[in-house]
């Protein structure tokens, strides 16, 4: 049983096991943090870990075939990555899912980039956000016209050229058939929502989607506002997949940790 699923279920969060993916900086030595977690008080806690750059991946790894690979009751495509919270590197977690399983299968993935108020995935990929989703929600055209590929089988559907009416399209059947159009032209596609917390286009994604993954942030994300957002999720029908810990950190120097 994974410490993340123990820690959802202290939270209240009744979800299927998980494992953990470690935030990854994009400069090199990520900090990362043990999979041993606990409840302080109100927030979630994590104790530290190594300093090690592989774990990301493996870490990562271990998500994607939880997710994608090794479920057998349905065959999950189409996931929303939200966080509970802003600020809890929900975007970074979802680019590095997508990189590690368009590497891991043989099929196309497509990341999207649907946090039209704060965009960030083009900037992983050093790419432009000038036409992307927004775009595809107003007007017509193959959605594959709106993507642009990033590297090998991993394609980026950018938030594009939006304005503050574009928000209210994402609660629409317009980007319930773009889904639906995304579904057929790739074999995985992976969703990055803005915070649950705070919007509501997190939960509509989720309902056109097989699934979401929350991300919570290792002493920040609050046990009551996991345990509320994931019971509406549950009311609206949105199939909670698991859950990532992220932003955690190590003090403690590798040669010291190992002795403990």
């Known amino acids: 049983m994974s410490r993340n699923f123990e820690l959802l279920q202290q939270a209240g969060v009744n979800l299927p096991g998980t ?16 999979p041993r977690v606990l409840l302080d008080g ?19 790894l271990r998500l994607v ?3 994608f690979l090794l479920q ?24 590095r899912a997508a990189q590690v399983l368009a590497t891991s299968v043989p099929g196309s993935v497509c990341l999207v980039d649907a946090n039209f108020r704060e965009p960030s995935l083009p900037s992983a ?33 950018s938030c594009g050229s939006r304005t503050e009416e ?42 056109f989607a097989d699934g979401m993954v929350l991300v919570l942030e290792a002493n920040a994300t609050r046990r009551d506002a996991t345990a509320r957002i994931t019971e509406r999720l549950h ?5 909670v997949l698991g859950a990532v810990l992220n932003k955690r950190t190590f ?8 002795r403990l």
Not at 27 to 34: A, D, K, Q, V
Not at 84 to 92: E, F, L, M, Q, T
Not at 139 to 155: C, D, K, M, R, Y
Not at 168 to 190: K, P, T
């Open 19 to 34: 494992p953990q993916v470690p935030r990854g900086p994009h400069t090199p030595g990520p900090r990362l943090e043990t």
């Open 42 to 60: 109100e927030k979630i806690i994590a104790k530290p870990a190594l300093n090690l750059d592989k774990a990301e991946t493996e870490e990562t």
């Open 65 to 67: 075939q939880s997710v």
């Open 72 to 95: 057998s009751e349905d065959n999950r495509k189409v996931i929303v990555f939200a966080a509970v919270d802003s600020g809890s590197g929900c975007s970074r977690v979802c680019v």
């Open 125 to 157: 990929f050093g790419t432009t956000n000038h036409y992307g989703l927004a775009d595809a929600l107003r007007s017509e055209g193959a959605i594959g016209e709106f993507t642009n590929p990033v590297h090998q089988n991993l394609w980026l559907l």
């Open 166 to 207: 574009d928000r209210g399209l994402l609660h629409s059947e317009r980007m319930r058939e773009r889904i639906a159009e995304l579904r057929d032209a790739f074999d995985y596609v992976l969703i990055d929502a803005p915070p649950l917390n705070a919007y509501s286009e997190g939960v509509a994604l989720g309902q």
């Open 235 to 239: 009311a609206m029908q949105v199939k």
């Open 251 to 258: 003090p403690i120097p590798e040669s010291l940790y190992r």
